[in-house]
Every structure is written in C-alpha cells, then in structure tokens.
C-alpha cells in the first residue's frame, strides 16, 4: 500500500528518478508523460470552473508499474500545463492494491470520481475467479482534495454469475436517473457491460447488462457510454478477440459500438464493432463533454501485456498519453481529428515537396487530395505505404519489438501526422482512420518520392 507519507519518505528517490528521465534523449515535446515512473489509463476527464483535469494511473516510483495512484496534471489551454499533486493514493482498505480506472462527473457544483479498489488476498488463488476485491469507489472533490472514500458497490452487489474482474466504472445521465456502466468478465468468460441505476449517486442498483449475442472476447474493460451528433456510442475495450489480417491486430483492442438503447426499456441494439486505433499503442480511451459542447477523447499510448517494449525504462519512466482528439460523426462511424487548441503549437510553416528530406523528429505534416498509392519515409527505417486498397505501417529495428500493421481502406485522400521525439500519431481521411504507435529512432528522415506536404515546426507543451 502507498500512502502519502510513504511517497513523502521515499521523495528522494522520485527526484533521482525525475533527474533521470530528464537525460532521456526520447523525452516527447507535446504530450503528457509522467515525470518519473509509469502512466497508463486517462481517468476522471473533466472541465471545471473553466479549467480541464486530466488524470491517469500513476505508479510515480517504479517505471514498470506498482502501488498504482490517480496523477492530475490541468490546463486552461491544452497548450500550458501544471502538474498537480498526486490525487488518489491506494491508503484504503477497500483499495490497497491499486486505486484502479474510473471516471468523473460534476452535479451539484461538485466533482463526483467513481474508480475501481482494487484488492488482492493472501494466498493461492487465480485471482478471476477468486482472491480478489474489485470495489467501486466515490469521491466527492473540489478537483484537489477530498474528504473521504465512500465505498459504493463491492462483489456482493455484482450478479453472481461474474468473475472478480468488474471494473472502470464510468457515469451517464439520463430523464433524472444516473446510470453507471462498468466492465465485467462472467464466469463463463464472456466479456460484457453491467449497468447500474441511482437517483443520488450513492445507492446503486443493478439495472440491467449489455452483450453481444456471439463470442466477442472474454472481457470489457474502460467502457464509456455518450452521445455524439445524436448517435448514441459505447466505447469499449475487449480482451481476447482473435487477431485477423486486417482486424484486432493488438493482443487488445480499442473500440466501439454504434448503440441504439431504450436505458429505461432496458432494451437495446448493437451496430458492427469498430476499431479507434489500428496503431501499435493505443489503449483505454476516455471522453468528455467540455463547455464548447466537444466530446474530446484522450487514450493511453500503450498497450497491457505487449509483447513489444519502450527504451525509456532506462530511464525511470515509461508511457505517455495521446493529443487530445475531438470527435464527430460521418456515416455513422466516429471520426477522431486533434483538438483545435493543437494548431497553437504551430511554428514554421515549410512547404515539403516530393523528393524533399525533413530532418527533425517534430512536426505536424499534411497531405491532401492524395488521389494515388504512395510510400512515406517517417523515419529512416518507418514507412507508411499505401497500394492496392491497404494501408501499411511498417516499423524497422527502432521499434523494439513493433512490426506491421495493416488496414484496409477504399480511398485515401488526405492525411494529417502528428510526429514527438518518440511518438506517431496519424489521421486519415478527416480521422476515420487513426494509426498511434510509440518509436524510438535516433535517426531523422520524413520523405516521399509520391506526396507534397503542408509541414509546420511544433513547439513544446509547458508544464510547471
């Protein structure tokens, strides 16, 4: 268990790991990456009183992940950010083993988190099916402190037929009623969502489940449950879907369901699963509506139980998350662009014409009314291809275990990447394709034979 005070005496040993990840020569420009140690899951999204708060799990003294906390890092602008103190510390009993993934959401001019405890008993157990605790848990904040943990639901409220893995809780309202979705793998290994209804978040009851009608993996993790253009959508993100050619090409997936459901029915329809990311790294996505009535999504670049890995564990930090992305809809399908706030990195603008050599690392490159197959150098030994109706990303020895990821798409017209020290983010057709991998090249080198591009020079995110 970590507490504050345990962090407190072990601060010394932070900052050596903080002064070390400074040296890393794959430290990224504009992202959010931990100071030191681990991050995964973006948690409890949300504005507030005209401020945005991001917070994700944070394991600040062990770049390969243990004692898991909520870090907070704010920002007015999406350009300047201030790392906050560490938010949820793992000090209860009913959490002791990680303040796992949860979500947040303001009623009342209060800040409601709901997150998973997670707890794991003494002994021999396989720890799905016995040996563990997964406990929902709220907090009621000022978006920097609360009072105290309220323990909400616990494994006797979960239907009897579910293993000990339910988890990510994450909060919709609707005609008065809160409804609260969480991920959960049944004893059967069939992954699914539970719903739960309240009137006060406080008192939960279990309200109804929803799953597909064939196997789809044996678990749902970080479900979200929102409406975009009218279009209802549950983003999930489902564990053991067989791999294809073209399909779940990650030993997870990211995704979503276009949903059609009568909450107060309990009936509902679920459209074809489409993936977010075909990239190498992206997991747990999470979104929010935001003042300007955006439903923004930021996901995790990384990926559980990858067989592939990240230099910067030499470091004495590992992991970071995406751009903040907007999302819209177009023929029913979600679309993921970068947040307008984005553009204000812009520095230099170079028009790059084919056959011409870009030399850095960090950049943002456009390309429109592409009307051809075509073949881009990212990095001297990372390229992007396009022919045949298949879209290929091909990483070389810079990519410590990341190989090929191919997706099929009809036309491609336009593209707009996003390249960091170490990161890769590609959008396609307007977002309705996205491609997130991590890369770790000392070599510069963004070149196409078959493409003109728009190419600005990006600044650096600020954080204090």
Same mark, same amino acid.
């Given at each position: 268990?970590?507490?504050?005070?345990?962090?407190?005496?072990?601060?010394?040993? !932070?900052?050596?790991?903080?002064?070390?990840?400074?040296?890393?020569?794959?430290?990224?420009?504009?992202?959010?990456?931990?100071?030191?140690?681990?991050?995964?899951?973006?948690?409890?999204?949300?504005?507030?009183?005209?401020?945005?708060?991001?917070?994700?799990?944070?394991?600040?003294?062990?770049?390969?992940?243990?004692?898991?906390?909520?870090?907070?890092?704010?920002?007015?602008? !999406?350009?300047?950010?201030?790392?906050?103190?560490?938010?949820?510390?793992?000090?209860?009993?009913?959490?002791?083993?990680?303040?796992?993934?949860?979500?947040?959401?303001?009623?009342?001019?209060?800040?409601?988190?709901?997150?998973?405890?997670?707890?794991?008993?003494?002994?021999?157990?396989?720890?799905?099916?016995?040996?563990?605790?997964?406990?929902?848990?709220?907090?009621?904040?000022?978006?920097?402190?609360?009072?105290?943990?309220?323990?909400?639901?616990?494994?006797?409220?979960?239907?009897?037929?579910?293993?000990?893995?339910?988890?990510?809780?994450?909060?919709?309202?609707?005609?008065?009623?809160?409804?609260?979705?969480?991920?959960?793998?049944?004893?059967?290994?069939?992954?699914?969502?539970?719903?739960?209804?309240?009137?006060?978040?406080?008192?939960?009851?279990?309200?109804?489940?929803?799953?597909?009608?064939?196997? !789809?993996?044996?678990?749902?993790?970080?479900?979200?449950?929102?409406?975009?253009?009218?279009?209802?959508?549950?983003?999930?993100?489902?564990?053991?879907?067989?791999?294809?050619?073209?399909?779940?090409?990650?030993?997870?997936?990211?995704?979503?369901?276009?949903?059609?459901?009568?909450?107060?029915?309990?009936?509902?329809?679920?459209?074809?699963?489409?993936?977010?990311?075909?990239?190498?790294?992206?997991?747990?996505?999470?979104?929010?509506?935001?003042?300007?009535?955006?439903?923004?999504?930021?996901?995790?670049?990384?990926?559980?139980?990858?067989?592939?890995?990240?230099?910067?564990?030499?470091?004495?930090?590992?992991?970071?998350?995406?751009?903040?992305?907007?999302?819209?809809?177009?023929?029913?399908?979600?679309?993921?662009?970068?947040?307008?706030?984005?553009?204000?990195?812009?520095?230099?603008?170079?028009?790059?014409?084919?056959?011409?050599?870009?030399?850095? !690392?960090?950049?943002?490159?456009?390309?429109?009314?592409?009307?051809?197959?075509?073949?881009?150098?990212?990095?001297?030994?990372?390229?992007?291809?396009?022919?045949?109706?298949?879209?290929?990303?091909?990483?070389?020895?810079?990519?410590?275990?990341?190989?090929?990821?191919?997706?099929?798409?009809?036309?491609?017209?336009?593209?707009?990447?996003?390249?960091?020290?170490?990161?890769?983010?590609?959008?396609?057709?307007?977002?309705?394709?996205?491609?997130?991998?991590?890369?770790?090249?000392?070599?510069?080198?963004?070149?196409?034979?078959?493409?003109?591009?728009?190419?600005?020079?990006?600044?650096?995110?600020?954080?204090?």
């Amino acid at each position: 268990m970590l507490d504050k005070k345990i962090f407190e005496e072990n601060f010394a040993r !932070f900052c050596k790991m903080k002064d070390r990840a400074k040296e890393d020569p794959n430290m990224l420009r504009f992202h959010i990456y931990p100071e030191a140690g681990w991050l995964n899951d973006p948690n409890g999204l949300c504005e507030y009183k005209g401020i945005y708060h991001i917070y994700y799990q944070y394991s600040p003294l062990d770049e390969n992940k243990s004692d898991t906390c909520w870090g907070h890092v704010s920002t007015v602008d !999406f350009i300047n950010y201030k790392r906050e103190d560490i938010f949820i510390y793992p000090d209860a009993k009913f959490d002791k083993d990680g303040a796992y993934s949860g979500s947040a959401f303001i009623k009342d001019d209060r800040i409601n988190f709901f997150y998973t405890g997670n707890v794991k008993h003494d002994g021999e157990y396989d720890f799905i099916k016995e040996g563990r605790e997964h406990n929902t848990i709220k907090l009621a904040s000022d978006a920097y402190t609360y009072s105290e943990k309220k323990l909400i639901l616990d494994n006797d409220d979960y239907p009897k037929d579910m293993t000990k893995h339910v988890r990510d809780p994450k909060i919709y309202e609707k005609d008065g009623y809160n409804y609260m979705f969480i991920g959960a793998r049944s004893l059967e290994d069939k992954g699914l969502v539970l719903v739960y209804k309240s009137k006060d978040l406080d008192n939960f009851t279990y309200h109804m489940r929803i799953e597909t009608d064939y196997d !789809f993996g044996y678990m749902r993790e970080c479900p979200d449950f929102f409406t975009v253009d009218s279009k209802d959508f549950l983003i999930l993100c489902p564990q053991g879907v067989e791999s294809e050619t073209y399909r779940y090409q990650n030993i997870y997936q990211a995704g979503y369901f276009p949903i059609e459901i009568d909450l107060s029915e309990k009936t509902y329809k679920l459209g074809n699963f489409k993936e977010l990311d075909y990239g190498f790294d992206f997991y747990a996505p999470q979104t929010f509506e935001d003042s300007k009535s955006r439903r923004i999504l930021i996901g995790w670049m990384g990926m559980p139980d990858a067989n592939y890995t990240n230099p910067t564990i030499d470091y004495k930090w590992q992991h970071c998350l995406t751009v903040p992305r907007s999302l819209s809809v177009k023929s029913g399908k979600l679309c993921q662009n970068p947040i307008s706030e984005m553009e204000n990195l812009r520095k230099d603008n170079i028009t790059l014409k084919r056959g011409e050599n870009y030399e850095d !690392f960090v950049f943002e490159a456009l390309a429109k009314n592409i009307k051809d197959s075509f073949k881009i150098n990212l990095r001297s030994d990372v390229s992007l291809s396009y022919d045949d109706g298949i879209l290929r990303l091909n990483m070389g020895y810079s990519s410590f275990g990341r190989d090929t990821r191919q997706v099929k798409i009809n036309v491609i017209s336009d593209l707009r990447i996003y390249s960091d020290k170490s990161s890769l983010e590609i959008f396609i057709n307007e977002g309705e394709y996205v491609l997130t991998s991590r890369v770790y090249s000392e070599k510069a080198g963004f070149y196409s034979k078959d493409l003109d591009f728009d190419l600005y020079t990006l600044d650096s995110i600020g954080f204090i």
